[in-house]
């Protein structure tokens, strides 16, 4: 079960090392976790993993299995749910954060 609790400034940990302590936001805490029972070794903390376990243990895994969709001009896997909504039909869905629909030349 989760709680929400108010706060004016949040540290949020980011994939890429980077620490952002000025976000104000809402925090969520979960109950009955006893940290005693996470194994962490005290000398190393992966922020990126244990982001991740908190998302996925907070909210739950949502797979939607392999990227079966490919950009027509450069190739890109997509999953169908990362098609541009407001310009793709079912049949003809369209991406953006490749190659922009070949306005973006990638290397």
């Not at 310009?87 to 306005?103: D, E, G, V």
């Amino acid at each position: 079960m989760l709680h929400n609790h108010q706060s004016s400034s949040v540290s949020f940990y980011h994939p890429h090392g980077m620490v952002d302590n000025n976000v104000a936001s809402t925090s969520y805490f979960m109950q009955d976790v006893d940290i005693d029972d996470v194994d962490v070794d005290d000398s190393y903390v992966d922020y990126e993993d244990l982001n991740t376990m908190l998302a996925e243990s907070s909210i739950g895994l949502w797979d939607i299995g392999d990227p079966n969709c490919v950009c027509p001009f450069c190739e890109a896997l997509f999953w169908y749910e990362e098609r541009n909504e407001s310009s793709s039909t079912k049949a003809n869905p369209k991406y953006s954060l490749c190659c922009s629909q070949n306005k973006v030349q990638l290397p």
